[in-house]
């Protein structure tokens, strides 16, 4: 069994930063890929960003120069930075091993 665990949510003023983690625990390995997803109140969930085993990452356009994915081992990380109004979401840790698998999310709040 999988659990994907996040961490780091909270509230920020735009232009400020924050960085959330995901730890991995279970019968993870190996890992194909990491990343995370972000459901705003009335909107369908989006990517975020994703990271490959090989460390290739991916990300949206709208955070692009803003966030940045990164992993070790089995914990994964997305630090965001200047923060915008409408990055406020739950962002959720997702991790494929062969299947997929979610954490619960984290609320992020940015304020204007």
């Known amino acids: 069994q999988v659990q994907l665990v996040e961490s780091g949510g909270g509230a920020v003023q735009a232009g400020g930063s924050l960085r959330l983690s995901c730890a991995a625990s279970?019968?993870?390995?190996?890992?194909?890929?990491m990343g995370w997803y972000r459901q705003a109140p009335g909107k369908q969930r989006e990517l975020v960003a994703t990271?490959?085993?090989?460390?290739s990452t991916n990300y949206a356009d709208s955070v692009k120069g803003r966030f940045t994915i990164t992993r070790a081992k089995n914990t994964g990380y997305l630090q965001i930075s200047s923060s915008k109004p409408e990055d406020t979401a739950v962002y959720y840790c997702?991790?494929?091993?062969?299947?997929?698998?979610w954490g619960k999310g984290t609320l992020v709040t940015v304020s204007s």
């Open positions: 990271i490959t085993s090989g460390s």
């Open positions: 997702w991790c494929n091993n062969g299947m997929d698998h």
């Open positions: 279970g019968s993870i390995f190996p890992i194909n890929a």
